[in-house]
């Protein structure tokens, strides 16, 4: 069920700087990370990658260390600096296509995960020039994994989304920005997508 704009009854608090949506446009946002995370963990990425639009950016930039004086804004690089995964809808589909196939050695044997979502925001409420609803998304992520017999790792960080309505699947991913809590990667890869 697509809502209109009026539906959402998007309002500016100038106490609190949310935004009021609407319960059911709450409720297809967070069912919608609940099954991406699902797809996630049981390796469907075929259908994982068709959650993204074609023109997505899926970024992860490297955290900057900073003085308690600087502010927030400083540990993020700006769109050209260093980052983990910078990759188009293209690249995006070779990660599947590897990760489909038999010869992606560091998931031999293959990571178990649980892709666990929460605290999501729906920051802002838009339509493009394109007439279609875009929705600025925030969420928090903890990524467990563990493979062969001794190999854990834990990520945590958030997501930073722009959701775009979709008539076949309610949304479309058309940007993602990820921030792990990490500045260092701790684990021995990252070969798995968040």
Request: net charge negative; proline share 4%; glycine share 2%.
């Amino acid at each position: 069920m697509t809502l209109s704009y009026e539906e959402t009854a998007v309002h500016q608090d100038e106490a609190f700087p949310y935004i009021h949506v609407s319960p059911e446009l709450q409720h297809q946002v967070t069912q919608f990370y609940y099954h991406e995370a699902r797809l996630l963990d049981e390796w469907r990425w075929s259908k994982w990658l068709a959650l993204f639009a074609q023109d997505i950016r899926y970024w992860m930039p490297l955290r900057r260390n900073r003085l308690r004086t600087r502010s927030f804004d400083q540990e993020i690089p700006t769109r050209i600096g260093m980052s983990h995964m910078d990759e188009n809808h293209h690249e995006l589909s070779m990660r599947v296509k590897q990760l489909e196939s038999s010869t992606h050695w560091s998931e031999q044997p293959p990571s178990r995960t649980r892709h666990v979502v929460s605290n999501v925001w729906v920051e802002q409420v838009e339509t493009n020039d394109d007439g279609i609803e875009e929705l600025s998304v925030r969420t928090y992520f903890i990524v467990y994994r563990n493979r062969s017999e001794v190999d854990v790792d834990v990520w945590a960080g958030q997501r930073q989304d722009v959701l775009r309505r979709d008539p076949e699947t309610g949304f479309k991913i058309a940007n993602r920005t990820i921030l792990l809590d990490q500045n260092v990667i701790l684990s021995k890869n990252l070969s798995i997508p968040f």
